[in-house]
């Protein structure tokens, strides 16, 4: 009977009421009857954070009520925010006991679609700012239509930090006043991104605060397990973000604390140097980045099992030899294969611009510029049954996290890998690492 | 829990249980999101002069609208959408669905060999198609659901034409400068805004970068020439496209494509006016 009871509270929730008819009680009426229930009994908890049960908004008096991107932010009541996606992930994310009893705790059902107050962003002209949302409490999705959704409230134990909200040194995120600002939460501060003008979002629209963002323009290290992108916009600094330090386009870093988006300098560029290395009657280019020196080149030893392009001789000369996976020994003396750190270590120095690291000819895509500096990687191809990807893409050999031998691949714009390696034969490039 | 307010509700719920079926159609109208999109976002039926295509546009379909009855939904699309819609549908284009009024731009066709006829009193027809021989032409269906360019293959099949749609889907992703396609196509032109018409021109790859990259937007202005006087090329400073035409004319111009991997593409257009309008079509064969 009990179950009955939410079942029938959750359907009649659920749907619609915009037309009345004369054989359904309306919804309020069920509504109303979950109002008396104390506050405790309408949320859920959830680790640190507090869930409400139903849409209990300023706006909505009805549970099945939809909203915009814009409405949603500042739908929330006092002490209550709209959950990000990170929050979003670790609730819908991980099991707890009481999930499986969400449906009859009184929770909508899960063929719903909830904001988030995170949205992506993309380099696009015209989709700068796109908001996600929850698609059937399974996963999170960018809203590309824009159309209304419902939202759920959250609130933490701790309640509701609010000394970033004064705090110009931290912001929560992005705005681009020329183009599609996003919809702001009110007393938030945000970024203007050409400007550096700190706004606040007042009364759903953002005010400059005539004041810039203290920059700190001090050269730091780049921290190689860091997310780095060439993003121009930075999203709200939300929970999973915690500690990360973004780069944008521009080289400029920002960590984010737990009081928002707070700059921590500019990366450090050593020049990139350029010399020669001969080792045992060998001469091999060497560049150095940071304080790493590349063998410039792929290694063209010949040994048993290794190959040419195409069998061609001529593509050993220019790019090097293909390796099957026998690779102990094959660096120089003092050298050895590169480690996934040091792919990310290279990439992200150049601002995870291909153009440093490609060479300038033999790619079939016509790239708009070109900034080697000395790597010239071609696009070689690789082996992997057949001989592929000439003029498209590379890949060296390459040791992972957990010392896996794998492949690396690159394309002339973005880094990939491959596990599935045994028979194919890749490009050999050596480093060392100098103090 | 809640003992006291349950033992009062109980009855009430009980009562509209026996409803439950009906409670959550009984909003006539309603926008569902839900809906299963078929996977071809339009229909194409031929006979032996020309085509008519449905398009499903998203917000006309009976089955997903939670109507009690037909005569409601039909009440429903009047007031609503302004629409009156005959119960019965003349052949021979009888479908079960119901397509949008046609907008001027929602087909766009890329050859002349194949023309948009609008078609404004027939409800489940969006568009008729006359195909005047058998090839390939660039389609443009500017849709809600589907929207992207589409490769028509025409035939004849017996005394009856047969056109088939491939959707040839373009890369979303804002990591790449380049924009990729699943398929090669030598030209496509955008209807004309004062003279000026965005064009595409995708040349096929020589390694896939993906299953749904095999070809790649060309975007090398330099790399296409205009053999007439009337036709001018400029950049496309957004790179959604390849670049501009710039007409000042009409005529036949052939447009000349160098290819990566050697040679040319060449493809003769045909540059009408439409309503004062400049429209530039891949030509058919004479």
Known sequence: ?435 | MAVGIMRNSVLIFLVEALFLPSICYSNCGLKNKYLTIPKNFFEVVCDSIKCAVSIYDGAVRQDGYGCDSKQEFLEYVKTTLGRDLDEKYAGPYMLNRFARVYRPDIIQSGCDYLKVVPVYNVDTVTAFLEPLQEGLCPVFMNMNYGKGLYEAKIERVGPVWRISFYHNSKSLSDESEFTFFERPFRLFVEPCRNGKCRFYSAEKLPFARSSYEKAVLVNNIDRIKAECSFVQLIEDPEKIGSGFFVVNGFGKCKIRIAQKRGGFENVWVNVVQHDGMSRVYIEGNE
């Open chain 1, 1 to 435: 009977m009990t179950i009955l009871f939410f079942v029938l509270c959750i359907l009649l929730m659920s749907c619609g009421n915009e037309k009345n008819s004369s054989e359904i009680k309306t919804p309020k009426k069920e509504y109303s009857v979950l109002k008396t229930m104390s506050e405790e009994q309408s949320m859920i908890k959830y680790k640190k954070t507090y869930w409400m049960k139903f849409t209990q908004s300023k706006q909505c008096t009805n549970a099945s009520c939809d909203m915009s991107w814009k409405d949603a932010l500042n739908a929330c009541p006092s002490g209550w925010h709209l959950p990000d996606q990170y929050e979003w992930e670790m609730f819908i994310g991980e099991k707890y006991p009481q999930r499986d009893s969400l449906n009859i705790e009184g929770f909508p059902f899960s063929n719903l679609f909830f904001w988030t107050s995170s949205y992506r962003v993309s380099t696009k002209k015209d989709e700068v700012f796109v908001p996600l949302f929850v698609q059937f409490f399974s996963s999170i999705n960018s809203n590309l239509m824009n159309s209304p959704s419902k939202i759920l409230c959250a609130k933490d134990e701790d309640n509701e930090k609010s000394y970033f909200k004064k705090n110009e040194n931290f912001f929560y995120g992005i705005a681009d006043l020329e183009l599609n600002q996003p919809s702001c939460i009110d007393g938030n501060i945000y970024l203007d991104y050409s400007s550096e003008i700190l706004l606040i979002c007042d009364d759903n629209g953002l005010k400059s605060l005539e004041k810039k963002l203290k920059v700190i323009s001090d050269t730091v290290d780049s921290p190689i397990d860091s997310v780095v992108s060439k993003i121009k916009f930075l999203p709200p600094c939300s929970v999973g973000m915690k500690n990360h330090t973004f780069m944008l386009g521009d080289f400029r870093m920002f960590t984010c604390t737990d009081y928002g988006w707070k700059s921590v300098g500019i990366l450090k560029q050593e020049d990139v140097i350029r010399t020669d290395i001969r080792d045992k009657n060998v001469d091999y280019k060497v560049v150095r980045v940071d304080s790493v020196e590349w063998i410039a080149e792929n290694l063209n030893r010949t040994v048993p099992g290794s190959a040419c392009y195409e069998n061609k001789k001529e593509n050993c000369l220019k790019y090097g030899r293909l390796y099957n996976s026998n690779v102990e020994g094959l660096c120089p003396n003092g050298w050895r294969l590169p480690r996934r750190r040091d792919w990310v270590a290279l990439f992200s120095r150049f601002g995870l611009n291909g153009a440093y690291i490609r060479s300038k000819e033999d790619w079939f895509l016509d790239f708009r510029e070109n900034k080697d500096v000395g790597l010239s990687v071609y696009p070689a191809g690789y082996y992997d049954g057949n001989f592929t990807d000439f003029s498209m893409k590379t890949g060296w050999w390459s040791y992972d996290d957990e010392n896996v031998l794998y492949a690396v691949l690159f394309d002339g714009e973005r880094f990939s890998h491959n596990y599935s390696v045994e028979k194919n034969k890749y490009y050999v490039r050596c480093l060392r690492v100098v103090n």
